[in-house]
């Protein structure tokens, strides 16, 4: 057993449900939402990005667990998580698709790291549980994972690279590639140069916020007049750009400040991205085929209702049939015997009348 989380103090009251509240205003004032996906950087772009990054955050903290070391294991340990999220994500931003499938769940991967690493923070600064996550998980990262020797030591990597870092990946709360974004043509969709993103995310009010900057844009566009024909030829001139100027690196593009963009790792994604849809419509298509079982189910037992319901209404009034029967065949016969009454009675009083007549006749 690991150390635990528990250090005698009283807890502060949490902040109860996580909500996206902005998201809400934004419906309730029927906004029309500008979120878009770059397939080629694997970002989610747009005016309203923030706004579906909230949401993600809702997501990964309601619906992904934590007792698992790894993302890439969640599926297999949690059945159905990856489904939930997309469903639910689907649900409130109904326009995105399965072509933005890799891209939105790469944005959930990314929010769950580092929901994960601000809890390792919290354990090393306080020790103390915070009070959006249930204590069994807490432990359970304590004693599965922070506590684990290769969880440590890559830790420790990572912080050192991080310390080593002079360009970050983002700039305030947008990414390099939604700023890149942003700078697009608006009647072509043309990306721009490596040059007016570098200006555009490290030069403010003509003060460069990175040490080489001017050295860094020098080089940029003196290796865009030399290598023009190579540059344009690239998947992504962008990132061809930059890698010429600052050198490539086997898993990270720098300058864009995304994963490596290069034959193998696109061609790795798109497996991987069709893969992963092609799960994701076998899930759906469960789903549905389970959906369509349950109504042919109901269906089923209300028709057999139905045809129960139709015989007791049959026997209902073939029993009301053979009643109205026996009281028509009862009054038929009342009234036979009526009319035989009364004829008796005429006949009798016929018979009396004639009688008296016959007495009370003159003789001749």
Not at 63 to 70: A, G, S
Not at 90 to 111: G, H, L, N
Not at 220 to 245: G, K, S, Y
Not at 313 to 322: A, G, T, Y
Request: glycine content about 6%.
């Amino acid at each position: 057993m690991g150390p635990t989380g528990n250090t005698g103090l009283k807890r502060r009251k949490g902040r109860g449900l996580t909500i996206n509240g902005t998201l809400a205003k934004l419906r309730a004032r029927g906004v029309p939402l500008d979120i878009q996906f770059a397939a080629q950087f694997g970002k989610v772009c747009g005016r309203h990005t923030s706004v579906f990054k909230s949401e993600v955050t809702v997501c990964v903290r309601q619906e992904v667990p934590l007792k698992v070391k790894k993302w890439k294991v969640i599926e297999k340990a949690f059945p159905g998580t990856m489904s939930s999220i997309w469903n639910l994500l689907k649900a409130k931003f109904p326009k995105i698709s399965m072509a933005d499938y890799q891209c939105v769940m790469t944005q959930v991967e990314r929010q769950y790291n580092v929901r994960r690493h601000k809890l390792y923070k919290t354990y090393c600064t306080t020790k103390q549980c915070p009070s959006h996550v249930a204590p069994e998980d807490w432990q359970w990262l304590i004693d599965n994972l922070w506590s684990d020797e290769q969880f440590q030591k890559r830790s420790k990597q990572n912080s050192i690279n991080r310390s080593k870092q002079e360009m970050k990946s983002h700039v305030g709360t947008k990414s390099i590639v939604q700023i890149a974004h942003e700078l697009r043509n608006p009647v072509t969709g043309e990306w721009p140069s490596a040059i007016d993103v570098w200006k555009a995310t490290y030069l403010k009010n003509g003060t460069w916020s990175v040490p080489n900057g001017e050295e860094i844009l020098n080089n940029l566009q003196t290796t865009a007049e030399t290598n023009q024909e190579r540059i344009a030829a690239a998947q992504i001139p962008m990132v061809e750009h930059f890698a010429l100027v600052l050198g490539r690196k086997p898993n990270h593009s720098r300058g864009v400040g995304i994963s490596a963009i290069n034959e193998g790792a696109q061609e790795r994604y798109r497996v991987h991205a069709q893969a992963e849809a092609s799960q994701q419509q076998a899930n759906e298509a469960h789903q549905q085929a389970a959906a369509l079982l349950e109504e042919v189910q109901k269906l089923t037992v209300e028709n057999l209702q139905l045809k129960g319901e139709l015989q007791s209404q049959r026997e209902e009034l073939n029993s009301q049939k053979r009643t109205v029967e026996e009281q028509s065949g009862h009054m038929e016969r009342l009234l036979d015997q009526k009319l035989e009454e009364r004829m008796k009675a005429m006949w009798a009083h016929m018979g009396g009348t004639g009688g008296a007549l016959s007495s009370s006749a003159p003789n001749n």
